[in-house]
């Protein structure tokens, strides 16, 4: 072979992989545009007011979330968004789904219950990841150890920029928790999240108006007294996560029905809560449209389904 052939073979394969270099700039560069657009637009989803489109809407996004994570994955924008979304898409949707069937042997409940699940731990593994980018390298480790004096350690060292991704973690962790009770291994799990959710309190307790708060205010309503529950605990943190909303946002009201309202078993004021979801006016909240909506579709399911409550 010539040297004039070899030079034009090195220098077409030098060309392609140049090539190659720049193609990939090129779609990590479109990727992050793609994300950067979503990160804008979630407000407008989050003021839609019909639900069925919104959840329609929501799962093609979901997987589109995960296709981009094979161009970007250190992209931590891409991870909160991904964590943030599976989370809503397991509260806001599947179990609202599962409530509406009481029957806890009927397969198509199972079905849901199972995806529910995989969605939190999809919800929990994108949140963490967000965490180890912005905020503490190693986290996961940490977690997983089950030390509880240690992951406490750790979580005095974040600021309270973390405070997002935390909350979304915990609420993905405790999702799986609550979902799987008959499952002790998971049960014992529950400290970790609950001191997770502790610090996002202690950072920001305005976060997703309250949302730690009705956290607590459901924790407290659930367990029994010998192992923790406290109703009176509950009522304060549900009327703080009230309060923090500005009677705009139906999630502590919602919560306060079905947990706290079972708790200390009122049916009056189970009904009474339920009823003020369902008849708040559309308009109560412009930018959380969504969320209020399925809040009155919860209430809806729940109240038809009081006599198994009380």
Known sequence: MSR???????????????FSSVACDVAKFGAGTQVKVMKRASKGFDKEKDPVLAERALYGNLKMMEALMEVIPENADLQFIAGKAFVGAAAGFIETKIDAISDEDNPKRKEM??????FYERGMKYSLKWIELEHYPGFGRII?????????????????????????????WS??????????????????????????IELDETYYHGGAHVFFGGMYSMKAKSMGGDP???????????????????LAKFFKARFYAVAIQNRELFTKLLNEVISAPPGLSADNRLLNELMKAKARIWLKRADDLF
Request: positive net charge.
């Open 4 to 18: 004039s052939v070899q030079w034009s073979l090195i220098s077409a394969l030098v060309g392609l992989l140049a």
């Open 113 to 118: 219950v199972a995806r529910a699940v995989d």
């Open 144 to 172: 997983n150890q089950g030390d509880l004096n240690l992951l406490k350690q750790a979580l005095k060292k974040m600021d309270k920029d973390a405070a997002p991704g935390l909350f979304w973690l915990a609420n993905a």
């Open 175 to 200: 999702g799986t928790i609550r979902l799987q009770l008959d499952n002790m291994k998971k049960i014992l799990e529950l400290p970790r999240p609950a001191a997770i959710m502790e610090r996002v």
């Open 232 to 250: 009176d605990k509950a009522k304060q943190h549900f009327d703080r996560a009230w309060e923090i909303g500005k009677g705009k946002v139906l």
